[in-house]
């Protein structure tokens, strides 16, 4: 069964930093693109960033360029989202998402960041709250 399970959510004060972990099981990384989504109450679920299948080609929301950082570890089978200079407006559940489709350049990885409807594995979400 293939699964993807979420770490490290957590309530911060703005300004601070989280990091995201996603571990994959029954399947390996290896030749999956890798997506981060957030949604946050009353919104449609938005990508916050994705990372291509092979060559490491990323993409991110305008709103989060410069403040977070997606990494994978493909021998850990383990994909990383790290947060920092988080604000309120970034409180949301965080989705780890995967996909064995060809998103191999820096405009696929984007497409797939803007379509989380053709996105074929998810986790459960873990939950982000920037509060002061």
């Known amino acids: 069964q293939r699964q993807l399970v979420e770490s490290g959510g957590g309530l911060v004060q703005p300004g601070g930093s989280l990091r995201l972990s996603c571990a994959a099981s029954?399947?390996?990384?290896?030749?999956?693109?890798i997506g981060w989504f957030r949604q946050a109450p009353g919104k449609e679920r938005e990508g916050v960033s994705c990372?291509?299948?092979?060559?490491?080609?990323?993409y991110y929301a305008a709103s989060v360029k410069g403040r977070f950082t997606i990494s994978r570890d493909n021998a850990k089978n383990m994909v990383y989202l790290q947060m920092n200079s988080l604000k309120p407006e970034d409180t949301a559940i965080y989705f780890c998402?995967?996909?064995?489709?060809?998103?191999?350049?820096?405009?696929?990885?984007?497409?797939?960041?803007?379509?989380?409807?053709?996105?074929?594995?998810w986790g459960q979400g873990t939950q982000v709250t920037i509060s002061s």
């Open positions: 029954g399947f390996t990384l290896d030749n999956t693109a």
């Open positions: 998402a995967a996909d064995e489709g060809a998103w191999d350049t820096r405009l696929e990885v984007q497409a797939m960041c803007r379509m989380p409807r053709v996105i074929d594995y």
């Open positions: 990372i291509s299948r092979r060559d490491g080609s990323t």
